[in-house]
Structure formats: structure tokens, C-alpha cells
């Protein structure tokens, strides 16, 4: 059964940083690829990055020089470094998974977690 469970969310000040993690059971972790999309209250769910298998990574443009994604195979989990946050960031973030390849569409990634709320105040 495979668990992807997301932490590191949080409040904080406009301009301010947090790094979400989040971690993976119940499958072969170095041949997934792993994605961070968000929520807004009323929107719909978007990607913001994602890691594939070989390390490659991929950025919305929204978050493209402020956020960094990244992934450690032997704790099985994948991270997202965000910087310089903006209000317009507030979001429940959701961690997923997918085999070997990134992509940005949702609808191609196969497990999901439960996500972890961010909120930026001004």
C-alpha cells in the first residue's frame, strides 16, 4: 500500500521560507517520480515542481528561482525548498507520485497525499 505523507507547512510571514517534506512507503521510491501541486481556496489543483527518477526537475513559472525540489533516495523522500513566499503561495500543498517520468499533469500521477496547508500572510 503505498503512503505519501506530507509535512512542513505552516504559517508565515510574506518573504519568509519553508521546506515541505514528504515521505514514501509502499513503493520503489527511487523509480518514481515525485511532484508538489497546490490548491487555493476556490481554484483548482496546480503543479508547481517535480523530480523524476534521474533527478531531473521541472518548475511552474510562478515558483520558477524561489523554490527548489529535491529528493533523497534513502530516506525516501522529497522535499520543497520555498523562499522569497509570496501571499498569492497560500495553498494546501499535495505531494505525488508517478513511475520514472515527471510531468505536469495531474491527472498523471497515480498516489497522492493527504497534503499540508501554507499560509502567507502580508
Known amino acids: 500500500q503505498v503512503q505519501l505523507e506530507e509535512s512542513g507547512g505552516g504559517q508565515v510571514l510574506a518573504g519568509g521560507s519553508l521546506r515541505l517534506s514528504c515521505a514514501a512507503s509502499?513503493?520503489?521510491?527511487?523509480?518514481?517520480?515525485m511532484a508538489w501541486f497546490r490548491q487555493a481556496p476556490g481554484k483548482e489543483r496546480e503543479f508547481v515542481a517535480s523530480?523524476?527518477?534521474?533527478?531531473?526537475?521541472y518548475y511552474a513559472d510562478s515558483v520558477k528561482g524561489r523554490t527548489t525540489i529535491s529528493r533523497d533516495n534513502d530516506k525516501n523522500t522529497v522535499y520543497l525548498q520555498m523562499n522569497t513566499l509570496k501571499p498569492e503561495d497560500t495553498a494546501v500543498y499535495y505531494c505525488?507520485?508517478?513511475?520514472?517520468?515527471?510531468?505536469?499533469?495531474?491527472?498523471?500521477?497515480?498516489?497522492w497525499g493527504q497534503g499540508t496547508q501554507v499560509t502567507v500572510s502580508s
Open positions: 523530480i523524476n527518477w534521474s533527478h531531473d526537475t
Open positions: 505525488a507520485s508517478r513511475y520514472l517520468q515527471a510531468t505536469n499533469a495531474l491527472s498523471a500521477y497515480d498516489y
Open positions: 509502499g513503493l520503489s521510491f527511487s523509480h518514481y517520480a
